[in-house]
């Protein structure tokens, strides 16, 4: 019998190989730190752009950021950290709106010792169910008030010890806290 004779693979030039496999990795990693050195770029010009639109020019107006603590939602009337201090929930179609922050801003700066006080804005959305056509003022339970109007709560151990309702009640208390 003829022993079959076995083709041998041919043999190719591992070098060539390589040095191909080589370079595709050398332009692989040319091509990722191009695009890294581009997105450094982009974001350079980007926030550059930014802080200098946001540079005060001789004519503008320099007004800083401030945070608002004044001003809380309903749910918190009786959880505030001060023993004492009034509330002021107002409802922002009331006629009178600004003559009442502008009676507390004076309390607030002008009268030593002066007690706080925040502000709960009606018309937010998270105080929509404290809304009623009656107001239920004088509650043990925060889930019980009820506004109908805007009203003045002075506020001591977490319990509501006197209301306000109406302009002629508000003002006049206002008006005996700035004297």
Partial sequence: MKKAKVNSPKKTNSMIST???MSKLIILILVVALVFALFYV??????????SSNSTDEGENNTEISIQYEKIL?????????NEYYILAYFSDD???????????YY???IEGAVPYYLVDMND????????????????N????KFSQTALLR????????TYEGNEQITGKLGRMTK
Avoid: W
């Fill in 125 to 140: 959305v998270f105080n929509k169910s404290f809304i009623a056509d009656e107001s239920n003022l004088s509650v043990s």
């Fill in 155 to 162: 506020i001591r151990d977490n319990k509501i010890i006197s």
């Fill in 142 to 145: 925060i889930k019980d008030i």
């Fill in 42 to 51: 982009i974001t350079l010009f980007v926030t550059k752009k930014d802080s």
């Fill in 95 to 105: 006629n009178y709106l600004d003559l009442y922050k502008s009676y507390l801003s």
């Fill in 108 to 110: 607030k700066t002008s």
């Fill in 19 to 21: 040095d191909n496999e």
């Fill in 74 to 82: 309903a749910s918190n009337i009786l959880s505030q950290k001060n």
